[in-house]
């Protein structure tokens, strides 16, 4: 009978110990699923107590390409149009003049026509205007189509994510700086040319802060042509989707997009020297290449 009650007490005191370690348990993991960011959670703590976390930014770009869509029909027929028109012409036509002479004593009439009725019937003639149509060619009409290029701006709303602070309790200054990010264009050749790609980083055209990079020579190697407008614009993929518009008077006609291209050039943030729909463009934009040279390139 001891046996049993001392084999009941250990089973109580094993159950007692259970509860109580999974109840530290589910103490030590509370607040695992809250919204609050911990950096050290996700990136660590170094030895000397600093954290760091990394949160990446995303931003939208826009391609501009053209597509096809219905303008309409033009309908030429012919319709049969009358006008009165007046034409001179001369016609002739016979009168009866009648001449009485006096008798003369030399004059003898024949006794058996006197005083005997006598009716002379003269035929008289005259013209009238008869018209006569005929139909001759008044020319053709030669209808064909052809295109003509026009420039115009895209206007879109693009999205883009930047950081904002808020600080709690007792914080100090938090200051953002900007930090040099990965390259743009190729690696650098021993020589110490640039083997492709573009001398500036192409993210900076589309931040809106060109500041001081006026007259910067540029040179793009092996370029989508994403869009080409009208003769003298093109846009292509300056690196890892960032759209950068090229000027040039000649050689833009010749391009399409899905060329590949290499071009050369400097950095525009004003479109003095242009004029009309192209300098209104590229007045809206925050800086653009004005090209010296302009190849074509293998993909």
Known sequence: MKLKIAGCQAALAAAVMVALT????????????GTDYDAASETGSSSSGQTKAVIPLY?????????????????VKKVVKTETVNQPVVLRHEEIE????????????????????????????????????RTTS??????????????TSVQTQLRREEPSVEKSGEVGNVTITQGAGPSM?????PSG??????????????SGDATGMQGTAVEYSN????????????CIDAGD??????????????????????????????????????????????????AKTIDRANP
């Open 223 to 234: 370029r989508k042509v994403l869009s080409v407008m009208g003769d003298q614009l093109t």
């Open 59 to 75: 931003k939208e770009s826009a391609e501009v390409g053209t597509r096809e869509v219905d303008a309409g029909t033009v309908r």
């Open 98 to 133: 009648i001449l009485r002479l006096p008798a003369s004593a030399s004059d003898n009439a024949p006794a058996d026509y006197a005083f005997n009725g006598q009716d002379t019937v003269i035929h008289l003639t005259k013209e009238e205007p008869v018209v006569q149509k």
């Open 193 to 206: 040319q640039s083997s492709g790609g573009s001398t500036v980083n192409p993210a900076v055209y589309s």
């Open 22 to 33: 999974l109840a530290s348990g589910c103490a030590s993991n509370k607040g695992g699923t």
């Open 185 to 189: 264009g190729s690696a650098e050749s």
């Open 241 to 290: 989707g960032h759209p950068m518009y090229i000027y040039s008077k000649y050689g833009a006609s010749r391009l399409k997009p899905g060329d590949y291209i290499s071009v050369t050039g400097v950095i525009k943030t004003s479109a003095a020297d242009t004029k009309g729909p192209t300098k209104q463009f590229l007045d809206s934009q925050h800086a653009y290449v004005w």
């Open 138 to 151: 008044a020319g053709q009409l030669v209808v064909q189509s052809h295109s003509q290029s026009s420039q």
